[in-house]
């Protein structure tokens, strides 16, 4: 079924508020029982949202063939290795905000002759690290402030923040594999 608005149409205007008003009906009964059910709601989906994000990366950097690591589009930005070692150092300095524990970066951005498979399992620890300070809060704990980049913040906020600069990377290892003719993992299966 396809639904063509005409401007104008009133009919049609009655129509999408209508499908807005169940649409977000639909949304917030399925918000409400997921909430009844989780111990922890606001953890529980941050955590589903970095999974979602972490396994898009990870398949993404197991899927590039090793003799494209070293691709960049231009001089002037990294390189999918580099991509890859930036992401993971990040979640160093992310979740040791969230835990308080100061996990030192190993500073895999500035190392470009790490292997595909260094990498992988470079980028596979790092993202324990996160989903170890995830798994260790409750929701007022997460709500609790903690430091980054100068300035005091909810540790969820801090999460968030990790999880949307992790997808805003995959955006770019996206652009990167599709340049090299390959389907990323977000969009395989699909036609």
């Not at 979640?91 to 951005?109: D, F, I, M, N």
């Not at 007022?140 to 923040?161: H, N, S």
Request: hydrophobic letters at 40%; charged letters at 20%; a positive charge.
């Amino acid at each position: 079924m396809h639904l063509i608005w005409v401007k104008g149409d009133t009919k049609m205007k009655g129509n999408r508020f209508a499908f807005a008003a169940a649409l977000a009906a639909a949304v917030a009964m399925g918000n409400l029982c997921w909430a009844q059910q989780a111990a922890n709601p606001l953890v529980e989906g941050q955590q589903v949202v970095h999974n979602m994000v972490k396994n898009n990366i990870i398949r993404a950097a197991e899927k590039m063939p090793e003799e494209h690591y070293s691709f960049r589009p231009v001089p002037e930005v990294m390189s999918f290795a580099e991509m890859l070692g930036h992401i993971a150092d990040s979640q160093y300095s992310y979740c040791a905000s969230v835990t308080g524990e100061r996990k030192p970066s190993p500073g895999l951005q500035k190392k470009p002759n790490l292997s595909k498979g260094e990498l992988v399992a470079a980028l596979k620890e790092a993202f324990a690290v996160c989903d170890q300070a995830i798994a260790s809060l409750t929701d007022a704990k997460a709500m609790e402030p903690a430091p980054l980049f100068g300035r005091q913040m909810p540790r969820l906020t801090i999460l968030t923040f990790n999880t949307a600069h992790n997808d805003e990377h995959y955006g770019n290892l996206v652009t990167y594999m599709r340049m090299k003719g390959l389907v990323p993992p977000s969009s395989e299966g699909r036609r």
